[in-house]
């Protein structure tokens, strides 16, 4: 009896525990959406990271304003923008950032995901706020 009586006491306070954390906010709640995709990286923590940015928007956007630093590496000129990005990461490999205008990220997806088979060996994130909430 008194060790059907300890498993009571231990299950209650498992139960008391993931309720608190449920409620509490300290843990998501199981059937919601993940904050972050595979791949992805919050501005907040890839600002206190040494990183290389790779800018995924056209040309014209690029030269409108950047991340200081950043590679510009677009599907339009896909060869000429991996010669630049290899140029920096022969000098100083650091993970690549990539970031695009758009809110869902589709094109950094696009290019992190060609970037990943050309460089295997190489840390690969989009930003998950985009170009949008480096400028804000």
């Not at 008391?16 to 995709?37: D, K, Q, R, V």
């Not at 990271?49 to 590496?73: F, M, N, T």
């Not at 990539?98 to 088979?117: D, M, P």
Request: charged share 25%.
């Amino acid at each position: 009896m008194s060790m059907f009586r300890e498993f009571l006491i231990i299950a209650f306070l498992v139960l008391l525990g993931a309720g608190y954390s449920l409620i509490s906010g300290l843990s998501p709640l199981p059937w919601t959406e993940p904050e972050l995709a595979p791949g992805e990286i919050r501005l907040s923590d890839a600002r206190v990271l040494e990183v290389i940015w790779v800018d995924a928007r056209s040309k014209i956007d690029y030269e409108a304003g950047h991340i200081s630093g950043a590679v510009l590496l677009n599907e339009d000129d896909w060869d000429g923008g991996l010669r630049r990005l290899m140029e920096v990461l022969m000098v100083a490999p650091r993970p690549l950032i990539i970031y695009c205008s758009e809110a869902g990220g589709e094109t950094s997806k696009r290019v992190a995901k060609r970037l990943r088979q050309d460089l295997i060996n190489t840390e690969i994130y989009t930003l998950k706020e985009s170009w949008a909430g480096w400028t804000k």
